[in-house]
């Protein structure tokens, strides 16, 4: 397998690079969880991290990845196909206009 080098943005992992294996594309996975034991003996703490692109907008064709800390530790927004609904839980955004730019309903 092979593995790499990732570095790890904000919690308690910050500033540190570990090895990580990649997949078949070459990309590590999409979140990265870290059990920690818990000093009493009880239920680990999870640290969870999430892959974001390490150096946007650089243009070189292939992503460099780093992951950010997720201090919510929720799931990820899951796979969005085309003919899914929308998740429940997150109320849909009820001005769709970015910016408060003017569009055809304001006249």
């Known amino acids: 397998m092979k593995s790499e080098d990732t570095p790890f943005e904000g919690g308690p992992m910050d500033g540190r690079v570990l090895p990580v294996l990649v997949g078949m594309t070459g990309h590590p996975p999409k979140t990265y969880r870290i059990p920690v034991p818990a000093p009493d003996g009880g239920p680990p703490t999870?640290?969870?991290?999430?892959?974001?692109?390490?150096?946007?907008?650089?243009?070189?064709?292939?992503?460099?990845?780093k992951y950010a800390w997720d201090p919510a530790g929720g799931k990820g927004a899951g796979r969005k196909w085309p003919w899914s609904r929308p998740d429940p839980a997150r109320p849909a955004d009820p001005d769709a206009t970015p910016g408060g730019k003017p569009d055809d309903a304001d006249g």
């Open 46 to 65: 999870v640290l969870v991290y999430r892959r974001v692109p390490r150096n946007a907008g650089h243009g070189l064709g292939f992503a460099r990845w």
